[in-house]
Structures are given as C-alpha cells and as structure tokens.
C-alpha cells in the first residue's frame, strides 16, 4: 500500500495532471474509462486507479486499493473536517471535487494517508520487537539477532545492503541516497518525517526505553496530524 499511495501521489505532483469531476481525461479532454484512450489528467482516486494498472489507466481495483482509499479518507477527516459529510459513500471523490479543495490539498492527503501508513508499520515492529536494533553501542538498520531498526523494518529484504549501516535516512551523500531508494515508496515527500522515526528510535527508545519512546512517537504522531492508535495500550 506505501507503494500504491506514493505512486499516484507521483501521477499528479505535477498540477496539469490533476483535475476534477471525472477519473481521467485524455488530451482532448475526453473522459477515459479504459486503456483505448491515453489519459494525461486525473483525479484524487483516478490517480490511485492509474498508479495501479498494470498497463496504463484501469478501473479495476484490488484489497491494496481498497486499502488505500480507505487511508486516504481517513487522512481527509484528519487534515480536513467538515469539508466532507462524515458519512459520504465517496468521500476521496467527493473532496476531490469540492470548490474549495487545492492541488496542494490533495497532495497533502497523499502524504498524511502514506505517512499514517508508514507510522503505524513501524509502531507495531517495534513495539513487537520490544528493544532497539543495535550491534555492539550502534544503532543498525538490521543488528545481527534480527532486529531491526524504524527505518530498517521499511526496507525489503531483498534491497537491504550492509552498506547502509552507519548512515541516515536524510544523508546527502551517495549512501543516503541508496537507502532512501531502497524504500518502497517515494521518501522525497516525506524525509523530515522519516528522520523523525529513525531518531526517535536510534535515541529514545535505545537510550530511554520503550515507555519514552512510546511518548515520543504520540508527539510525532500529533506534530503530523496522525493517528497514535497502534500506541494505544502500551
């Protein structure tokens, strides 16, 4: 799903791609409806179609689009309250298409659904693993018992590198550049809050313990405008 929402946040960054009304339009301003047609605008939800056709733009959705959607409006209700009636069968279309609602805007939701996803990934990775990656005194992406750190639990296992070890997510050098292109998702919308992750876990919870941590992601959590629910219980 990190994949998904990156994706199609990726098909309209550029605001000539995005648009209102329909899912897509072609260069004529046609609606396009299937893959006869080559579309170059999309809508919020239009995006998410395009991002996950196989072969151009596609109607068919999947549970990972589902999914997706379902972050979407939940980060709607997050950034935007009111703006959509609570109960809207098509909240994502609908806030798309409102008067009010920016390009700017819906690049906003992309970033919060993607980061509330990532979020909640490394809250239950780490709160399941109950302690710091770390080799020797140095926090690791992945430590020689198999833990691993925030960032770490984000990258697969088959783009994971050794070489990664001893630099950070936000490293302006070729290094950083390698791991943030290891991740699933694109990390260039969303670096400062990927630095936070990591450093809340390379200093808090490997120096202070889990309960500080704990306290230290809800900060994270209410700095972006996420939810803390998997810290719930903690």
Known sequence: M??????????????DR???????VDAKGRTVFNTTKTP????????????????GFSLE??????????QLEAAIDRLFPGRVPPLSPAKVPVFNDHADTTHAEVLAVFDNALQQVIFDTVA???LEQGK?????FS?????????????????????YEPRFEGSSIDAETTKGESIRAALPFSARHCLPFLSSLQSAHDF?????????WIMRMKEIALRYNLSPEKLDGH
């Open 204 to 212: 808090t919870l490997s120096n202070e313990g889990t309960e500080a």
């Open 40 to 55: 170059v605008c999309f809508c919020a939800l239009g995006a998410c179609f395009a991002a996950e056709g196989i072969h």
């Open 61 to 70: 959705d999947s549970p990972e689009h589902r999914a997706a959607v379902v």
């Open 132 to 136: 710091a990656a770390k080799n020797d």
């Open 18 to 24: 995005w648009g209102k009304v329909t899912y897509a």
């Open 139 to 159: 926090c690791v992406y992945r430590a020689s018992n198999g833990t691993r750190c925030a960032v770490g639990h984000l990258i697969p296992d088959d783009k």
């Open 2 to 15: 990190m994949k998904l929402l990156s994706d199609a946040r990726d098909v309209i960054t550029n605001p």
């Open 124 to 126: 239950v990775k780490l």
